[in-house]
């Protein structure tokens, strides 16, 4: 190109150079010949120059194009690299998503199943409110959380339910011990409403009559177990109270214990569903002693009889040694008669051989018959 450009101006500078020279020169016709020949010249050059230019040109526009497709081809296999690449990736967060997913969906069910219990739950809260506000179904609550534990612990001719006793009260349970102690009689008591007033007090007011509504409650049932559950001659002499609450039992002993108090000067024993396990269990001991007590003479009656059969059992095992005495001596003295035997027969087989028996053995074997 820059070649070109260098011609294409001293073209220019040749035709000005011939117009000037046509004004001023009568030769112009001599200068114009040689001027056109040096233009035929210049344009064949020119000509040359441009094929040539061409021919670059191409050479370069091919160089060019084969650089154009090796860059093609490499960004062609940068992107299919990179296609690989995002593809794995997205199978990869797509396995990911799907585990995921399937996770959620498991917690969810977890949380479905979750959620139905909590329902579940809710209904029976709602349930077991209903019936701890009915004074009549909230006995029949401690009644029954009596009757698991008893029927729990101890054997079936241990207990009896719902007893009329002589003065024409009836127990929620009665414990048949042998004397001492006796019979022992447990009363459920459930005393709610007052321990509810005694949670929710908010003023010192409040809280003192809530305190002695509560004193009151229980004092109240402590009196009543004492007069109906208390028989000289027919129960023991003292009485449980179960109270169905582990916390009402806990609130009890630890703000009134002027109350405990009373319930020991009463004997009548306040206890709640562990410490009447821990009763129960001490009153299955007791039965078991007692039954040991009980069966102490067939014991040691048995025992004379088995000792009175060892004695017999030595008798005979000393008789049975006699007579296998007996039968060794009797044995010894077939083997020695068996023995004189054979010693018969052996003479016996000489003589008839012909041989000469001495006299003396004759009369040996005469003195052994």
């Not at 294409?8 to 150079?17: A, D, F, P, R, S």
Request: aromatic share 6%; glycine share 4%.
């Amino acid at each position: 190109m820059l070649i070109l450009t260098v011609l294409i101006t001293i073209l220019v500078i040749v035709n000005v150079y011939v117009l000037f020279f046509r004004r001023n020169n009568k030769d112009f016709n001599l200068i114009g010949t040689a001027f056109l020949q040096s233009q035929a010249e210049l344009s064949g050059r020119l000509k040359q120059l441009g094929e040539q230019q061409s021919l670059e040109q191409g050479k370069i526009s091919q160089a060019i194009s084969e650089q154009k497709l090796a860059l093609l081809k490499i960004m062609d296999e940068k992107l299919l690299a990179v296609t690989k690449s995002v593809g794995e990736g997205l199978q990869q967060n797509t396995v990911k998503t799907a585990e995921t997913l399937t996770d959620l969906r498991e917690r969810l069910a977890k949380i479905d199943v979750a959620q139905q219990k909590i329902s579940s739950l809710s209904e029976q809260v709602v349930s077991l409110q209903e019936v701890l506000t009915n004074k009549q179904a909230r006995g029949a609550f401690g009644e029954i959380q009596l009757n698991d534990l008893v029927t729990s612990i101890l054997p079936p001719n241990a207990y009896s339910f719902q007893v009329v006793l002589s003065n024409t009260k009836r127990a929620d349970c009665v414990l048949n011990l042998p004397n001492p102690p006796g019979t022992i009689v447990i009363d459920a008591k459930f005393p709610l409403e007052s321990y509810q007033a005694l949670r929710q007090a908010s003023t010192d007011y409040e809280k003192k009559e809530a305190e002695r509504f509560f004193r009151a409650s229980v004092l109240k049932h402590i009196k009543d177990i004492a007069e109906k559950y208390i028989i000289p001659g027919e129960t023991a002499e003292s009485a449980l109270m179960f109270l169905p609450s582990e916390a009402i039992y806990a609130e009890l002993h630890a703000n009134f214990t002027d109350v405990v108090e009373v319930s020991y000067r009463s004997k009548v024993w306040i206890v709640s569903p562990t410490t009447l396990m821990a009763t129960l269990n001490t009153v299955r001991a007791v039965l078991k002693d007692a039954k040991m007590r009980e069966q102490a003479g067939v014991i040691q009656k048995e025992v004379g009889v088995l000792i009175e059969d060892i004695s017999r059992l030595d008798g005979r095992i000393e008789s049975l040694s006699k007579h296998f005495k007996q039968a060794n001596e009797d044995i010894d003295n077939i083997k020695i008669s068996s023995t004189k035997i054979g010693r018969r027969i052996q003479k016996i087989e000489e003589i008839e051989l012909g041989e000469s028996i001495p006299q003396v053995e004759v009369a040996r074997l005469a003195n052994d018959g």
